[in-house]
């Protein structure tokens, strides 16, 4: 249940936030699930550029995060970015999507919705898709600005009904996702760093709710 991130590349790391990406190999996607994503906003590289740029370094089919499955959101429903050259990964933002696991990859996959996520783990079995490359921004946060410094990691489930969707084997996939995405990019495994989409200044969605254990989700994070 804790796959370990692949180093693809001979590119050594250069520092947390200037290291090549060396794993992330290549993506695409992004859904989005009844989140206000609050993405839209500008493109910091020309569109082209980038997604050029990206398409040079992937294959069809590879994820950043080896086990994952990769499940492309509509190329609308995020931004083509090259981080962390473009933009340092300072955080990982933690959602409920209060709505199924299909649901939510179908929304991500749905043009006119606007929303996405790295990441979707299924209550069930912990299982992971991966449907926007972690170069590339999701529009996940509701908050450009921790869009562009962050990946986001969604739930299957309902806030409110905490034991039945946050399973345990939901919990430990996503503490090892986190756990291989903090060393990946240097990010210190805190609540400082690891935070709720509650916490994204200026949000207005709840998740992922007061029933997330938060205490176990971050032990588990550090132990991963
Ligand atoms: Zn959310």
């Given at each position: 249940?804790?796959?370990?991130?692949r180093?693809t590349t001979?590119?050594?790391?250069?520092?947390?936030?200037?290291?090549?990406?060396?794993r992330r190999t290549l993506l695409r996607?992004?859904?989005?699930?009844?989140?206000?994503?609050?993405?839209?906003?500008?493109?910091?590289?020309?569109?082209?550029?980038?997604?050029?740029?990206n398409s040079r370094a992937k294959a069809p089919g590879d994820v950043d995060?080896?086990?994952?499955?990769w499940?492309p959101?509509?190329?609308?429903?995020?931004?083509?970015?090259?981080?962390?050259?473009?933009?340092?990964?300072?955080?990982?933002?933690?959602?409920?999507?209060?709505?199924?696991?299909?649901?939510?990859?179908?929304?991500?996959?749905?043009?006119?919705?606007?929303?996405?996520?790295?990441?979707?783990?299924?209550?069930?079995?912990?299982?992971?898709?991966?449907?926007?490359r972690?170069?590339?921004?999701?529009?996940?946060?509701?908050?450009?600005?921790?869009?562009?410094?962050?990946?986001?990691?969604?739930?299957?489930?309902?806030?409110?009904?905490?034991?039945?969707?946050?399973?345990?084997?939901?919990?430990?996939?996503?503490?090892?996702?986190?756990?291989?995405?903090?060393?990946?990019?240097?990010?210190?495994?805190?609540?400082?760093?690891?935070?709720?989409?509650?916490?994204?200044?200026?949000?207005?969605?709840?998740?992922?709710?007061?029933?997330?254990?938060?205490?176990?989700?971050?032990?588990?994070?550090?132990?991963?």
């Amino acid at each position: 249940m804790a796959p370990v991130r692949r180093h693809t590349t001979s590119s050594p790391p250069t520092g947390p936030h200037l290291r090549v990406p060396s794993r992330r190999t290549l993506l695409r996607g992004g859904a989005g699930l009844a989140l206000a994503a609050g993405a839209s906003a500008a493109a910091p590289l020309a569109a082209g550029q980038a997604a050029d740029q990206n398409s040079r370094a992937k294959a069809p089919g590879d994820v950043d995060y080896p086990g994952a499955e990769w499940i492309p959101a509509d190329p609308s429903n995020f931004t083509a970015s090259n981080r962390p050259a473009t933009y340092p990964v300072d955080f990982v933002v933690i959602h409920v999507t209060q709505t199924t696991f299909q649901d939510a990859i179908d929304i991500f996959q749905n043009p006119d919705k606007n929303v996405s996520s790295h990441y979707v783990i299924r209550s069930s079995d912990g299982h992971i898709a991966q449907m926007v490359r972690e170069t590339d921004i999701g529009w996940h946060a509701g908050n450009w600005n921790y869009n562009t410094r962050s990946i986001g990691i969604e739930h299957e489930g309902w806030i409110d009904e905490p034991d039945r969707w946050f399973t345990d084997e939901m919990y430990a996939a996503s503490a090892a996702l986190t756990a291989n995405i903090c060393d990946d990019y240097g990010i210190p495994k805190n609540r400082d760093h690891i935070i709720g989409h509650n916490e994204v200044p200026g949000a207005d969605h709840t998740d992922p709710g007061p029933h997330w254990d938060w205490d176990r989700y971050i032990e588990l994070v550090r132990s991963a």
